[in-house]
């Protein structure tokens, strides 16, 4: 099949003796996805998940059992007292401004202790001037950088903290940051010092990409509030569109009433008869996140083996399952793409081409066939054209399809000539 599919023997054999070194790391990837699954499988029994709950509903969404049932399972999982998890909360983005929108209030700050939060934020916040941005609103913003660790600086997060700080912004995902993502633990220490210093003031993590690459969640150390993209790791691939918000009661009925309108919070929005993918695709999101966290293990093994600079490096632990390559020239980036686009499949036919994107400085080349638009749970890569010529890329719903797709874009290298079979 493998030849069929374009793939040399050499190759195959290259993959296959990769994969050997990185059996033990499998194993321990394997033991969480069977944790995580036992514990999204116990929140789906105790809140007595039923063939009703699949039900669609539609206007108002009044009593809707299965939406209901849905956000008290997702509760479970986080433990937390509540969660918002809709399909009328388009993006991750928009998840992230409801919940940031939710807390503060006119001369009330926001901090981020963590560096530059995700690109899109920085509209949201109005660090880039931008339309309805939570500056026109009167809201401030700090921010403290990393160390040149990259380890937290606890004495300019403790004077960046005033009487306005109302919220408390921590990135998981190092996104498309150099720099490392945090373990849960890390995050743990990071909540306990705030709350040393300001106990009231409300955590919110942006979980993108995070969602059970650990046992534990952001949640389980103190956040108040985690927030994510269903298109993402929890959506187990099958959910077409939402965001979640897991947290504190006071916190999500906050973060409704921003979503809906004050007085109608969580009571309106029908589930439009997405229950089944919802449902079923939280149920998949573990052994799913397992996939494309193996599958970005590969790819470091592979691409490092092979001389090229990876983040992390293919024996570094993982809190995310986004993989950085630097493929140092602009020939190798549009090969590793081909590769990525070749294996998909949908669109498999078509070959990504570099284009100029709203927001980028240089043109962007994307390569992704999605089951679901967008999906980046789904094998999918990008990189701008831009000296050192980093792709970016993640997901994977199955081990198999992210084994084949990383072999057929080293493949598309070997074939483009910018890359030489290591011998091992
Ligand atoms: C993807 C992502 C977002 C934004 O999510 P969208 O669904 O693309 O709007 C925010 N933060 C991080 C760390 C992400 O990875």
């Not at 944790?35 to 969404?61: I, P, R, W």
């Not at 993402?232 to 009925?253: D, H, S, V």
Request: one cysteine or more.
């Amino acid at each position: 099949m493998y030849s069929k599919l374009g793939i040399s023997e050499e190759t195959l054999a290259y993959g296959n003796r990769i994969i050997e070194n990185l059996k033990k790391r499998f194993a321990k990837i394997d033991e969480t996805a069977e944790y995580n699954q036992l514990k999204v499988l116990h929140a789906m029994q105790k809140n007595h998940v039923q063939e009703a709950y699949f039900a669609a509903t539609t206007g108002y969404g009044y009593n809707d059992m299965g939406r209901d049932a849905l956000e008290r399972v997702y509760a479970d999982v986080f433990h937390t007292e509540a969660a918002l998890v809709r399909p009328q909360i388009t993006c991750g983005t928009h998840a992230l401004a409801i919940a940031l929108a939710s807390v503060v209030r006119p001369g009330d700050e926001i901090l981020s202790p963590v560096g530059k939060p995700y690109d899109t934020l920085e509209e949201v916040i109005g660090i880039r001037e931008s339309k309805g941005s939570l500056k026109e609103w009167g809201v401030g913003y700090r921010q403290v950088e990393l160390k040149p660790d990259h380890s937290f600086d606890y004495d300019a997060i403790k004077t960046a903290i005033t009487d306005k700080t109302k919220l408390i912004e921590i990135q998981r995902s190092k996104g498309y940051l150099l720099r490392p993502t945090f373990s849960v633990e890390q995050i743990g220490e990071l909540i306990d010092f705030i709350r040393s210093v300001k106990p009231e003031v409300v955590i919110m993590v942006d979980n993108c990409y995070g969602e059970f690459t650990e046992r534990l969640e952001p949640s389980d150390v103190g956040a108040d509030m985690c927030v994510g993209s269903l298109i993402k790791n929890p959506g187990g691939g099958l959910a077409p569109i939402g965001g979640y918000i897991a947290g504190t009661r006071e916190c999500i009925e906050q973060c409704a009433y921003r979503l809906s309108a004050p007085g109608l919070g969580q009571e309106v929005g029908a589930n439009l008869g997405l229950m089944p993918s919802l449902f079923q695709g939280f149920f998949l999101a573990p052994t799913v996140t397992a996939s494309a966290l193996k599958t970005a293990i590969f790819a470091a093994a592979m691409y490092e083996k092979a001389g090229f600079p990876v983040l992390p490096s293919a024996d570094e632990e993982r809190y995310d399952i986004i993989q950085a390559v630097s493929m140092g020239s602009e020939e190798g980036l549009l090969a590793f793409c081909k590769g990525i686009q070749a294996a998909a499949p949908v669109d498999s036919f078509v070959t990504p081409e570099p284009w100029p994107m709203p927001g980028y400085d240089d043109p962007v080349i994307m390569a992704a066939g999605a089951f679901v638009s967008g999906s980046s749970i789904e094998l999918s890569a990008d990189g701008p054209l831009k000296p050192p010529y980093n792709v970016y890329f993640q997901g994977g719903l199955t081990w198999p399809h992210g084994k084949f797709g990383i072999l057929k874009s080293f493949q598309e290298c070997l074939n483009a000539g910018v890359v030489k079979l290591p011998s091992l």
